[in-house]
């Protein structure tokens, strides 16, 4: 099945990576059936005949807004918060760090494996946001010890951890799983699984003391962030490293709410929206088009997650795309049919 070849696919593509304007409303919609309609295999079986359901028909953003700015809406929501980010040297990572200093922030962890880059993106910090502390360490988040020795750190120097963001990544070339290179294909499991689960179990028990210590305040902490995607909703040609490894995300995000939702611990799984990042960039030649989105909007999504004003949507998935307040708005419908999480689709 030549799944990219035709329009009616592309449109389909435009809205697994953030899209441009609001691809499930309107013609994006139809673009979508038509997709669906055209995207058959020699089986007569529709690959895509169930995404049309695993989404929610809200307005697409595709940068920062009112409701999610940190200098508006949001301004003060990270006041004296301690916030830790794995993967945050560059791309979306460096953006949550400079989004929560600018909301506020005490203070901003930094783990990557480049140096170079973790220095400069703590120059930047520093720079624009004065009032804000700001570290970092060498740490590569498939190796345990590295993590627990980072989170410790960040512990220590700053007096605890209020939000964990496990945002580190990895995406290899697209390949059948057939032709492709075993080293390479479990690659993207040991750093987008095992990594963000290296962030969990060692932050846990700073982010439970943050949820009981501001829940005495009057306010919300505890909070962890996992890094998903839109794909791990499709079965795309290809990408079944990395789309299995992000629908492994959107389920661990539910363990650790089940675990933890006792203890405090607001989790969840992310998709960030399509942006031009070298990770990004990863991605065959001809989806480039469709990495439209800033950066920036991922960020100030976090911030607003982490805010309080999400929390009654922990353990699921949530795109940075989505209209924080038209999300708001199906509060009840979400919680009542208990969407956005993983779930077999069966017959009754």
């Not at 005490?106 to 624009?128: C, H, N």
């Not at 290179?181 to 060692?202: A, C, L, M, T």
Request: hydrophobic share 40%; with cysteine; aromatic share 8%.
């Amino acid at each position: 099945m030549k799944l990219y070849r035709s329009f009616t696919a592309l449109a389909a593509i435009n809205h697994l990576f953030g899209g441009i304007g609001r691809s499930l409303r309107g013609c994006g919609r139809r673009y979508m059936a038509k997709a669906v309609k055209f995207s058959v295999n020699n089986q007569g079986v529709h690959p895509m005949s169930s995404i049309q359901s695993q989404f929610l028909d809200l307005t697409d953003h595709h940068a920062r807004y009112d409701a999610i700015d940190p200098q508006s809406a949001l301004k003060g929501s990270a006041e004296g918060k301690v916030i830790f980010i794995a993967g945050g040297s560059r791309g979306i990572g460096q953006a949550t760090a400079m989004a929560f200093a600018e909301a506020g922030a005490k203070a901003v962890y930094l783990t990557a494996r480049s140096a170079e880059a973790l220095e400069a993106t703590q120059t930047m910090v520093r720079k624009a946001y004065p009032n804000t502390q700001c570290a970092f360490s060498v740490c590569d988040v498939t190796h345990a010890a590295q993590v627990a020795a980072a989170i410790e750190d960040c512990a220590t120097k700053f007096g605890g951890i209020d939000v964990a963001d496990a945002n580190a990544g990895y995406l290899g070339p697209w390949g059948k799983i057939g032709e492709s290179d075993p080293k390479g294909w479990w690659r993207n499991w040991e750093v987008n699984v095992q990594g963000s689960y290296h962030v969990i179990r060692f932050a846990l028990p700073h982010l439970i003391d943050s949820a009981k210590r501001l829940a005495n305040e009057g306010r919300s902490g505890g909070h962890l962030i996992l890094l998903s995607s839109i794909g791990a909703q499709f079965v795309m040609p290809g990408a079944s490293d990395y789309q299995t490894a992000k629908h492994a995300i959107n389920r661990l995000c539910e363990f650790v709410q089940s675990d933890h939702d006792e203890d405090g611990i607001k989790c969840f799984a992310i998709h960030p929206g399509g942006v031009a990042t070298e990770l990004g960039h990863n991605m065959p030649e001809h989806m480039h088009e469709y990495l439209v989105d800033d950066p920036d909007l991922a960020a100030s999504f976090a911030v607003w997650l982490c805010s309080g004003g999400a929390d009654w949507a922990k353990g699921r998935y949530l795109s940075a795309n989505w209209d924080v307040e038209e999300l708001a708005a199906m509060k009840a419908e979400i919680l009542q049919n208990d969407l956005l999480v993983n779930r077999l689709r069966a017959r009754s």
